[in-house]
T-cell receptor, first 116, second 113 residues
């Protein structure tokens, strides 16, 4: 069964500090991995997407890493801001066999709160 | 930018009512999806469609149906709403290969009383 597990479940950090969120997956056959940011009461917004051959991808203060051998990914947030407070969701895509294309498996998210 | 619009942000319905959740996308995407999101469970796929009038069951289709009469519109129908369908419902769309990922709507928070 395809699964995506994220840790920690929740995290509180001070503004300006860095943090790293983890994602472990057992999804096969692997297609790509995405990190989404979801503000409270809103839909998820894509931060990064990585395929099998990519180890690192950055989007501003967000840097995602992927180790396809160990099936782990991390999302590093640098110099956190209050607006970074949100849920961060790891989504792994398995290559699909139907016309619908790839099938996504979602993690349950890490709830990040940035405080003054 | 792709925009996925869900018709309602908040809905309150009574048990047994028929409920329609509407989703419209403006980028000519072939694929459209309906998910529900519950605390501790993440997003779960209800139904998806990869073409007009085509639909496929996701992981939790029971109690739901969908309609895709036009490419830009994908409707989720709760035939007889129940309290266990209280949830956040998210619509998404993508191109066939989803190279640029999925674009999500803002969500509809449905409460069934």
């Amino acid at each position: 069964k395809n699964q995506v597990e994220q840790s920690p479940q929740s995290l509180i950090i001070l503004e300006g500090k860095n943090c790293t969120l983890q994602c472990n997956y057992t999804v096969s056959p692997f297609s790509n991995l995405r990190w989404y940011k979801q503000d409270t009461g809103r839909g998820p917004v894509s931060l990064t997407i990585m395929t099998f051959s990519e180890n690192t991808k950055s989007n501003g203060r967000y840097t995602a890493t992927l180790d396809a051998d160990t099936k782990q990914s991390s999302l590093h947030i640098t110099a956190s801001q209050l607006s970074d407070s949100a849920s961060y969701i790891c989504v792994v895509s398995a290559k699909g066999i139907t016309g619908g294309g790839n099938k996504l498996t979602f993690g349950t998210g890490t709830q990040l709160k940035v405080e003054l | 930018d792709v925009k996925v619009t869900q018709s309602s942000r908040y809905l309150v319905k009574r048990t047994g009512e028929k409920v329609f959740l509407e989703c419209v996308q403006d980028m000519d995407h072939e694929n459209m999806f309906w998910y529900r999101q519950d605390p501790g469970l993440g997003l779960r796929l209800i139904y998806f469609s990869y073409d007009v009038k085509m639909k496929e069951k996701g992981d939790i289709p029971e109690g739901y149906s969908v309609s895709r009469e036009k490419k830009e519109r994908f409707s989720l129908i709760l035939e007889s709403a129940s309290t266990n369908q209280t949830s956040m419902y998210l619509c998404a769309s993508s191109s066939p290969a989803a190279v640029y990922g999925y674009t999500f709507g803002s969500g509809t928070r449905l409460t069934v009383v």
